[in-house]
Protein backbone atom coordinates (compact mmCIF):
# COMPACT_ATOMS: atom_id res chain seq x y z
CA UNK A 1 0.00 0.00 0.00
CA UNK A 2 2.97 2.42 0.84
CA UNK A 3 4.30 1.63 -2.31
CA UNK A 4 1.35 2.35 -4.54
CA UNK A 5 0.59 5.81 -2.55
CA UNK A 6 4.68 6.55 -3.65
CA UNK A 7 3.88 5.80 -6.74
CA UNK A 8 0.67 7.83 -7.22
CA UNK A 9 2.59 10.74 -5.95
CA UNK A 10 5.49 10.46 -8.06
CA UNK A 11 3.39 10.24 -11.30
CA UNK A 12 1.09 13.66 -9.86
CA UNK A 13 4.38 15.67 -10.38
CA UNK A 14 5.24 14.05 -13.30
CA UNK A 15 2.04 15.05 -14.91
CA UNK A 16 2.42 18.43 -13.29
CA UNK A 17 6.00 18.38 -14.51
CA UNK A 18 4.77 17.73 -18.32
CA UNK A 19 1.94 20.23 -18.15
CA UNK A 20 4.47 23.11 -16.62
CA UNK A 21 6.83 21.85 -20.03
CA UNK A 22 4.54 21.91 -22.23
CA UNK A 23 2.69 25.52 -20.81
CA UNK A 24 6.63 26.64 -21.50
CA UNK A 25 7.15 25.34 -25.02
CA UNK A 26 3.40 26.54 -26.54
CA UNK A 27 4.07 29.78 -24.98
CA UNK A 28 7.60 29.95 -26.50
CA UNK A 29 6.15 28.86 -29.68
CA UNK A 30 3.60 31.82 -30.08
CA UNK A 31 5.93 34.13 -29.24
CA UNK A 32 8.12 32.94 -31.92
CA UNK A 33 5.30 32.91 -34.15
CA UNK A 34 4.64 36.58 -33.72
CA UNK A 35 7.66 38.19 -33.42
CA UNK A 36 10.22 36.34 -35.83
CA UNK A 37 7.51 33.50 -37.80
CA UNK A 38 5.55 36.55 -39.51
CA UNK A 39 9.04 38.36 -40.46
CA UNK A 40 10.54 34.57 -42.00
CA UNK A 41 6.91 34.45 -44.24
CA UNK A 42 7.04 38.51 -45.33
CA UNK A 43 11.20 37.58 -46.47
CA UNK A 44 10.10 34.14 -47.81
CA UNK A 45 7.71 36.60 -49.98
CA UNK A 46 9.68 38.79 -51.19
CA UNK A 47 12.53 36.70 -52.18
CA UNK A 48 9.34 34.60 -54.04
CA UNK A 49 8.76 37.80 -56.08
CA UNK A 50 12.04 38.49 -56.78
CA UNK A 51 12.74 34.94 -58.25
CA UNK A 52 9.26 35.52 -60.16
CA UNK A 53 10.75 38.64 -61.59
CA UNK A 54 13.89 37.17 -62.42
CA UNK A 55 12.25 33.78 -64.14
CA UNK A 56 10.17 36.14 -66.37
CA UNK A 57 6.62 36.10 -66.86
CA UNK A 58 6.98 32.95 -69.92
CA UNK A 59 8.99 30.86 -66.94
CA UNK A 60 6.61 32.27 -64.60
CA UNK A 61 3.60 30.84 -66.62
CA UNK A 62 5.54 27.39 -67.21
CA UNK A 63 6.37 26.94 -63.66
CA UNK A 64 2.78 27.15 -62.89
CA UNK A 65 1.36 24.67 -65.38
CA UNK A 66 3.68 22.54 -64.34
CA UNK A 67 3.09 22.77 -60.35
CA UNK A 68 -0.60 22.53 -60.94
CA UNK A 69 -0.38 19.36 -62.82
CA UNK A 70 1.96 18.25 -60.23
CA UNK A 71 -0.34 19.25 -57.86
CA UNK A 72 -3.37 17.65 -59.40
CA UNK A 73 -1.72 14.20 -59.78
CA UNK A 74 -0.26 14.41 -56.48
CA UNK A 75 -3.82 15.48 -55.12
CA UNK A 76 -5.16 12.25 -56.65
CA UNK A 77 -3.03 10.44 -55.40
CA UNK A 78 -2.97 11.18 -52.10
CA UNK A 79 -6.68 10.29 -51.77
CA UNK A 80 -6.53 7.19 -49.29
CA UNK A 81 -9.05 4.57 -50.71
CA UNK A 82 -12.50 4.03 -48.75
CA UNK A 83 -12.12 2.07 -45.64
CA UNK A 84 -14.44 -0.56 -44.90
CA UNK A 85 -15.40 -1.79 -41.38
CA UNK A 86 -15.52 -5.53 -41.24
CA UNK A 87 -17.39 -7.58 -39.19
CA UNK A 88 -14.38 -8.76 -36.94
CA UNK A 89 -13.99 -4.79 -36.52
CA UNK A 90 -17.62 -4.05 -35.73
CA UNK A 91 -17.53 -7.15 -32.95
CA UNK A 92 -14.39 -5.71 -31.83
CA UNK A 93 -15.94 -2.66 -31.10
CA UNK A 94 -19.04 -3.70 -29.61
CA UNK A 95 -16.80 -5.97 -27.17
CA UNK A 96 -14.62 -2.76 -25.68
CA UNK A 97 -17.77 -0.21 -25.54
CA UNK A 98 -19.16 -3.39 -23.69
CA UNK A 99 -16.35 -3.31 -20.74
CA UNK A 100 -15.47 0.48 -20.82
CA UNK A 101 -18.29 2.61 -21.38
CA UNK A 102 -18.22 5.55 -18.94
CA UNK A 103 -21.82 4.72 -17.58
CA UNK A 104 -20.38 1.57 -16.15
CA UNK A 105 -17.86 4.08 -13.52
CA UNK A 106 -17.64 3.71 -9.74
CA UNK A 107 -16.33 7.45 -9.84
CA UNK A 108 -15.44 10.58 -11.49
CA UNK A 109 -11.73 9.43 -11.64
CA UNK A 110 -12.39 6.22 -13.41
CA UNK A 111 -15.34 7.84 -15.76
CA UNK A 112 -12.72 10.26 -17.10
CA UNK A 113 -10.36 6.90 -17.79
CA UNK A 114 -13.18 4.81 -19.85
CA UNK A 115 -14.06 8.38 -21.52
CA UNK A 116 -10.65 8.97 -23.02
CA UNK A 117 -10.55 5.04 -23.61
CA UNK A 118 -13.74 5.11 -25.32
CA UNK A 119 -12.82 8.60 -27.70
CA UNK A 120 -9.59 6.36 -28.74
CA UNK A 121 -12.37 3.95 -29.58
CA UNK A 122 -14.47 5.42 -31.35
CA UNK A 123 -11.33 6.46 -33.53
CA UNK A 124 -9.81 3.48 -34.54
CA UNK A 125 -13.59 2.03 -35.28
CA UNK A 126 -13.41 4.52 -37.36
CA UNK A 127 -10.29 4.05 -39.00
CA UNK A 128 -11.07 0.26 -39.33
CA UNK A 129 -8.06 0.05 -36.93
CA UNK A 130 -8.51 -3.40 -35.23
CA UNK A 131 -4.91 -3.65 -33.98
CA UNK A 132 -5.87 -0.79 -31.87
CA UNK A 133 -9.11 -1.78 -30.90
CA UNK A 134 -7.82 -5.01 -29.71
CA UNK A 135 -4.68 -3.11 -27.85
CA UNK A 136 -7.11 -1.03 -26.25
CA UNK A 137 -9.24 -3.82 -24.87
CA UNK A 138 -5.93 -5.90 -23.97
CA UNK A 139 -4.71 -2.67 -21.80
CA UNK A 140 -8.08 -3.03 -20.10
CA UNK A 141 -8.33 -6.27 -19.31
CA UNK A 142 -4.75 -5.66 -17.59
CA UNK A 143 -5.90 -2.96 -15.86
CA UNK A 144 -7.07 -2.38 -12.29
CA UNK A 145 -10.77 -2.69 -13.15
CA UNK A 146 -11.10 -5.01 -14.61
CA UNK A 147 -10.62 -7.16 -11.23
CA UNK A 148 -14.14 -7.62 -10.02
CA UNK A 149 -14.96 -8.84 -6.54
CA UNK A 150 -14.45 -6.71 -2.60
CA UNK A 151 -12.27 -10.15 -0.68
CA UNK A 152 -9.16 -9.28 0.25
CA UNK A 153 -7.72 -11.17 -2.89
CA UNK A 154 -9.22 -8.94 -5.41
CA UNK A 155 -8.38 -5.80 -3.66
CA UNK A 156 -4.30 -7.65 -3.70
CA UNK A 157 -4.84 -8.12 -7.61
CA UNK A 158 -5.99 -4.65 -8.31
CA UNK A 159 -3.05 -3.42 -6.16
CA UNK A 160 -0.78 -4.99 -7.90
CA UNK A 161 -2.31 -3.95 -11.45
CA UNK A 162 -2.15 -0.09 -10.13
CA UNK A 163 1.19 -0.35 -9.53
CA UNK A 164 2.04 -1.58 -12.60
CA UNK A 165 -0.23 0.56 -14.63
CA UNK A 166 1.36 3.96 -12.70
CA UNK A 167 5.06 2.30 -13.21
CA UNK A 168 4.11 2.51 -17.60
CA UNK A 169 2.82 5.81 -17.26
CA UNK A 170 6.06 6.91 -15.65
CA UNK A 171 7.57 5.80 -18.66
CA UNK A 172 5.79 7.08 -20.89
CA UNK A 173 6.39 10.54 -18.98
CA UNK A 174 9.79 9.57 -19.48
CA UNK A 175 10.04 9.00 -22.59
CA UNK A 176 7.63 11.76 -23.68
CA UNK A 177 10.10 14.31 -21.40
CA UNK A 178 12.95 13.06 -23.18
CA UNK A 179 11.95 13.58 -26.52
CA UNK A 180 10.36 17.24 -26.53
CA UNK A 181 13.60 17.85 -24.17
CA UNK A 182 15.49 16.76 -27.59
CA UNK A 183 12.88 18.39 -29.45
CA UNK A 184 14.38 21.71 -32.29
CA UNK A 185 12.03 23.97 -30.60
CA UNK A 186 12.66 23.29 -27.07
CA UNK A 187 16.49 23.46 -27.97
CA UNK A 188 15.90 26.80 -29.50
CA UNK A 189 13.80 27.70 -26.33
CA UNK A 190 16.93 26.73 -24.25
CA UNK A 191 19.32 28.74 -26.05
CA UNK A 192 17.27 32.04 -26.12
CA UNK A 193 16.25 31.17 -21.92
CA UNK A 194 20.69 30.81 -21.68
CA UNK A 195 21.33 34.17 -23.58
CA UNK A 196 18.64 35.97 -21.17
CA UNK A 197 20.03 35.01 -18.55
CA UNK A 198 23.29 36.80 -19.77
CA UNK A 199 21.28 39.96 -21.19
CA UNK A 200 20.85 39.32 -24.33
CA UNK A 201 17.91 38.77 -26.42
CA UNK A 202 18.56 36.38 -29.14
CA UNK A 203 14.89 36.52 -30.27
CA UNK A 204 15.05 40.48 -30.74
CA UNK A 205 18.47 39.92 -32.67
CA UNK A 206 16.65 37.76 -35.23
CA UNK A 207 14.21 40.32 -35.25
CA UNK A 208 16.37 43.24 -36.28
CA UNK A 209 18.65 40.76 -38.89
CA UNK A 210 15.13 39.60 -40.60
CA UNK A 211 13.91 43.38 -40.88
CA UNK A 212 17.39 44.50 -42.79
CA UNK A 213 16.55 41.52 -45.29
CA UNK A 214 13.03 42.41 -45.39
CA UNK A 215 14.26 46.32 -46.28
CA UNK A 216 16.86 45.06 -48.60
CA UNK A 217 14.46 42.37 -50.57
CA UNK A 218 12.21 45.08 -50.58
CA UNK A 219 14.49 47.73 -52.25
CA UNK A 220 16.22 45.15 -54.55
CA UNK A 221 12.42 44.20 -55.94
CA UNK A 222 10.95 47.82 -55.97
CA UNK A 223 14.37 48.63 -58.60
CA UNK A 224 13.32 45.32 -60.64
CA UNK A 225 9.85 46.56 -60.84
CA UNK A 226 10.74 50.19 -61.77
CA UNK A 227 13.34 49.44 -64.30
CA UNK A 228 12.07 49.49 -67.90
CA UNK A 229 12.20 46.59 -70.18
CA UNK A 230 14.40 45.95 -72.98
CA UNK A 231 12.44 45.81 -76.07
CA UNK A 232 13.21 44.12 -79.02
CA UNK A 233 14.81 45.54 -82.50
Known amino acids: MARARELEALLVERRAEMAR????????KVRYRHEVGRLHDQLDE????????????INKKLKDEGASSSSTAAGAAADPA?????????KLFRDVAKVIHPDLAADPHARDRRHRLMVE????????????LRSILDAWERSPEAIVGTDAEAERQRLLRRITQIDEELEGYAKDRAEL??????????MVDEAASRGKDLVGDMVKRLKRDILAARNRLDAMQ???RSTPR
Do not use: C, M
Open 82 to 90: PRLTSDAVR
Open 121 to 132: ANRAYALGDEGR
Open 46 to 57: LELAIADAELGE
Open 226 to 228: SSP
Open 181 to 190: LESPIWKLKA
Open 21 to 28: LHQEVTAF
